[in-house]
């Protein structure tokens, strides 16, 4: 996958957040800076939970995810949340 980031070098690490809603992808083309990997995962799992509060329930089945690469694009982390409606 080929996105076009935004790359600034301001001393903190560039971390971006592509957030995946059930197979479509919505790329992070400016990204944050923060501290460290941690509070990229942090900000990560924040984001995710915000996003999707307003998204469930939307049928039997949903996923998300959200990815967190670098400037590099290598992913360090990801956030994972699915909702899924079994009947029985």
Do not use: C, H, W
Request: hydrophobic share 40%; aromatic share 12%; glycine share 4%.
């Amino acid at each position: 996958m080929n996105l076009s980031r935004i790359i600034v070098f301001v001393g903190m690490p560039r971390f971006f957040f592509d957030f995946t809603d059930t197979g479509q992808v919505f790329p992070d083309v400016e990204g944050t800076d923060l501290p460290d990997l941690e509070a990229a995962k942090q900000e990560a799992v924040r984001a995710l939970v915000e996003i999707t509060t307003d998204k469930l329930p939307d049928g039997p089945y949903r996923e998300f995810v959200m990815k967190v690469p670098d400037e590099s694009d290598q992913t360090f982390a990801e956030a994972v949340l699915k909702f899924e409606l079994r009947e029985r």
